[in-house]
């Protein structure tokens, strides 16, 4: 058994087309279990019923952003050691030092491609064939 067979993400993007070109990137990979979110408060609610190893968030998005979201994994006891990629248009200094000291595990810029998500998220998961 493959890491791909087990490995759960979630997608966390208030843009459906963001989240669909990530969710198909991820797809090409032979990511087989991928769950979705619009927003921040929509991924926070369904992580909680159904954890999942890795969130791929957005980081600007309406009512709670990536850092938000990010925050709130972390001081979670149950979701705490969940795998967190942030995705974002404006991949400056200041935006890496914050999710740093948040405790991310990766940031990409936007747009990305499928090898930079991949070997993102190899660095968190390990390989994944």
């Given at each position: ?64 952003d990536g850092f938000q979201l990010l925050r709130a ?20 200094a200041t935006v890496v030092q914050n999710a740093v000291?948040?405790?991310?595990n990766n940031v990409i810029a936007k747009p990305f ?17």
């Amino acid at each position: 058994m493959s890491v791909l067979d087990v490995l759960r993400i979630m997608v966390v993007d208030d843009h459906i087309s963001s989240r669909m070109v990530t969710v198909e990137a991820l797809q090409q990979m032979g990511v087989k279990h991928i769950s979705v979110a619009k927003d921040g408060r929509e991924a926070f609610t369904k992580l909680n019923a159904e954890p999942v190893h890795l969130a791929i968030s957005d980081l600007y998005m309406p009512d709670i952003d990536g850092f938000q979201l990010l925050r709130a994994i972390r001081a979670h006891p149950k979701l705490g050691k969940t795998g967190f990629i942030i995705l974002t248009g404006r991949k400056d200094a200041t935006v890496v030092q914050n999710a740093v000291k948040l405790g991310v595990n990766n940031v990409i810029a936007k747009p990305f491609t499928p090898d930079v998500l991949k070997k993102s998220i190899e660095s968190v998961v390990g390989r994944l064939n």
